[in-house]
């Protein structure tokens, strides 16, 4: 797979002479950092919050007018807006999958038991730890282990994601240090360590935080809690089978196991029975409220009857990890951490966001697993940035086409679109029965549901060769050879499976 361009990140160094400690790292922050404001959703992860406190959290703060002053966004921890002690400000990356009209975001962060995965039946979470009522020591001798970076995307304005090497007494020592509040932590498998999800008690940036951070060895990786978007936007039969040459009767996934990281689902629906293996919920504490994106991935990709998918007799493994159409980065990771578990052959991703190295790493683990990553590419128009998990080395990011093989407007474009397949206007299941559906979502799925078909025929094929059948099978679209709208092209699984290993 060609190599892909990605976004550099954006840098400022510690001028000369520069020691560590508390004092030192703030002055070189303040001369020397270029970070992003705040948010435009007043993020939260408090379960105990009312929906109406929610819904004044989830307005952008510069509209916070009205909102109640017990738990509104006034008192919310994000910065208006202005600019203060000479801050750049960057425009935001993260994507809205439901733009007519926009989805406010939830809180989507599980409550997680000490080094343990998240469990829908756990709630022995430990309190968090009071904020430190002393001034905040960072502490010494230490060498800058990373300079500060400006933050693009949406994410939590009071959390920082954080790898920390050592046991629960020492992720208590580092937020004792850099006055921060242990909101939940665990092992990862696919990042291999112990992540914790720090609070912000005292209203400091996330990138100053974060700078500070990078000071300790104890902790090894240090990023935002972006937010995550699902990609959809909104009688006719479904032609994907047509178009990517699969023959609907001989179409078949029977027994390959399919990970899905989406909405919740309706698994009463009739297109679904038999369908879901197993389920996972990535944030216990939130109420399930949609469940149309999931099931319409989950159907897409494997449903029976007549709204069949492209895998029938594949085994689908449902992690919930978004609600209101949208997630965090810790609940993502948590659903991915579980898929892994479950011994998956594909993981589907039907959802984009901003670049993070956790969601980086734990994709290029998967990958170094055997799983084949496929990930919508983004509805968010020829312009947008790159879509992330899409855009990483080792994903297939696909766009979505329509029933004449033309390219859906709202696509992402960039030279990390990898392949095409049909998502515009295709009938799939939903909460409420069936829907007409349209986005690189649900092309996501087509492609997920055509890979289970490879996988069934030839279960020894590795992610790589499945990957290089794609690109060298693909019908050309757009101008010669790989390009940055359709990729490699459109699906063609017929010759993808008669393709040399």
Same mark, same amino acid.
């Given at each position: 797979?060609?190599?892909?361009?990605?976004?550099?990140?954006?840098?400022?160094?510690?001028?000369?002479?520069?020691?560590?400690?508390p004092?030192?790292?703030f002055?070189?922050?303040? /001369?020397?950092?270029?970070?992003? &404001?705040?948010?435009?959703?007043?993020?939260?992860?408090?379960?105990?919050?009312?929906?109406?406190?929610?819904?004044?959290?989830?307005?952008?703060?510069?509209?916070?007018?009205?909102?109640d002053?017990?738990?509104?966004?006034?008192?919310?921890?994000?910065?208006?807006? &202005?600019?203060?002690?000479?801050?750049?400000?960057?425009?935001?990356?993260?994507?809205?999958?439901?733009?007519?009209?926009?989805?406010p &975001?939830?809180?989507?962060t599980?409550?997680?038991?000490n080094?343990?995965?998240? @469990?829908?039946?756990?709630?022995?979470?430990p309190?968090?730890?009071?904020?430190?009522?002393?001034?905040?020591?960072?502490?010494? *001798?230490?060498?800058?282990?990373?300079?500060?970076?400006?933050?693009?995307?949406?994410?939590?304005?009071?959390?920082?994601?954080?790898?920390?090497?050592?046991?629960?007494?020492?992720?208590?020592?580092?937020?004792?240090?850099?006055?921060?509040?242990?909101? @939940?932590?665990?092992?990862?498998?696919? /990042?291999?360590?112990?992540?914790?999800?720090?609070?912000?008690?005292?209203?400091?940036?996330?990138?100053?935080? /974060?700078?500070?951070?990078?000071?300790?060895g104890?902790?090894?990786?240090?990023?935002?809690?972006?937010?995550?978007?699902l990609?959809?936007?909104?009688g006719?039969?479904?032609?994907?089978?047509?178009?990517?040459?699969?023959?609907?009767?001989?179409?078949?996934?029977?027994?390959?196991?399919?990970?899905?990281?989406?909405?919740?689902?309706d698994?009463?629906?009739?297109?679904?029975?038999?369908?879901i293996?197993?389920?996972? *919920?990535?944030?216990?504490?939130?109420?399930?409220?949609?469940?149309?994106?999931?099931?319409?991935?989950?159907?897409?990709?494997?449903?029976?009857?007549?709204?069949?998918?492209?895998?029938?007799?594949?085994?689908?493994?449902?992690?919930?990890?978004?609600?209101?159409?949208?997630?965090?980065?810790?609940?993502?990771?948590?659903?991915?951490?579980?898929?892994?578990?479950?011994?998956?052959?594909?993981?589907?991703?039907?959802?984009?966001?901003?670049?993070?190295?956790?969601l980086?790493?734990?994709?290029?683990?998967?990958?170094a697993?055997?799983?084949?990553?496929?990930?919508?590419?983004?509805?968010?128009?020829?312009?947008?940035?790159?879509?992330?998990?899409?855009?990483?080395?080792?994903?297939?990011?696909v766009?979505?086409?329509?029933?004449?093989?033309?390219?859906?407007?709202?696509?992402?474009?960039?030279?990390?679109?990898?392949?095409?397949?049909?998502?515009?206007?295709?009938?799939?299941? @939903?909460?409420?029965?069936?829907?007409?559906?349209?986005?690189?979502?649900?092309a996501?799925?087509?492609? @997920?549901?055509?890979?289970a078909?490879?996988i069934?025929?030839?279960p020894?094929?590795?992610?790589?060769?499945?990957?290089?059948?794609?690109?060298?099978?693909?019908?050309?679209?757009?101008?010669k050879?790989?390009?940055?709208?359709?990729?490699?092209? /459109?699906?063609?699984?017929?010759?993808?499976?008669?393709?040399?290993?």
């Open positions: 797979m060609a190599a892909k361009a990605i976004p550099g990140k954006v840098r400022r160094g510690f001028p000369p002479g520069i020691a560590s400690g004092s030192a790292i002055r070189a922050v303040i /001369l020397t950092a270029t970070f992003v &404001a705040a948010p435009a959703f007043a993020q939260t992860n408090d379960p105990s919050l009312t929906q109406k406190r929610l819904d004044c959290l989830n307005r952008k703060t510069g509209a916070g007018g009205g909102c002053t017990d738990g509104g966004a006034k008192n919310g921890v994000g910065t208006s807006g &202005a600019a203060t002690g000479g801050a750049v400000f960057l425009p935001a990356l993260i994507v809205d999958l439901f733009p007519n009209p926009p989805v &975001a939830g809180p989507q599980p409550t997680t038991s080094g343990t995965s998240p @469990s829908n039946s756990s709630n022995n979470t309190p968090p730890a009071p904020a430190p009522s002393g001034p905040v020591t960072a502490p010494k *001798d230490l060498n800058l282990a990373e300079p500060p970076r400006a933050i693009a995307g949406e994410f939590v304005p009071d959390e920082v994601l954080v790898t920390v090497t050592g046991d629960a007494g020492v992720v208590q020592q580092v937020a004792n240090s850099f006055g921060l509040q242990v909101r @939940s932590q665990r092992q990862s498998r696919l /990042l291999g360590t112990t992540l914790v999800r720090f609070g912000i008690t005292d209203g400091r940036p996330v990138g100053v935080v /974060l700078a500070q951070l990078a000071a300790d104890r902790t090894q990786r240090r990023e935002p809690n972006h937010i995550y978007t990609q959809q936007a909104a006719i039969v479904n032609y994907a089978f047509d178009r990517i040459a699969l023959d609907a009767s001989q179409a078949s996934g029977e027994n390959v196991r399919v990970a899905v990281i989406d909405t919740g689902i698994d009463t629906n009739p297109a679904l029975k038999g369908v293996a197993d389920q996972y *919920d990535a944030m216990p504490n939130v109420p399930i409220e949609k469940r149309d994106h999931g099931t319409s991935v989950d159907g897409l990709i494997a449903g029976v009857g007549p709204l069949e998918g492209m895998a029938p007799g594949a085994k689908i493994y449902h992690a919930r990890a978004f609600e209101g159409g949208k997630s965090t980065m810790d609940v993502i990771l948590s659903a991915l951490d579980w898929a892994a578990e479950q011994n998956v052959r594909i993981i589907n991703m039907s959802f984009v966001g901003p670049k993070n190295d956790l980086g790493t734990a994709c290029r683990n998967a990958r697993m055997g799983m084949v990553l496929v990930a919508a590419a983004g509805n968010n128009g020829p312009k947008a940035p790159y879509g992330y998990p899409a855009a990483f080395d080792g994903v297939i990011a766009t979505a086409t329509d029933a004449k093989d033309g390219l859906m407007p709202q696509a992402n474009r960039g030279p990390y679109v990898f392949i095409s397949a049909p998502g515009v206007e295709m009938v799939a299941p @939903s909460g409420a029965g069936s829907d007409v559906v349209t986005g690189t979502s649900f996501a799925a087509i492609v @997920s549901g055509a890979i078909n490879l069934r025929a030839a020894g094929r590795t992610a790589d060769e499945i990957e290089k059948a794609l690109a060298a099978t693909a019908k050309d679209l757009g101008p050879g790989r390009d940055n709208d359709f990729g490699y092209g /459109l699906v063609d699984i017929k010759a993808a499976g008669a393709a040399k290993e």
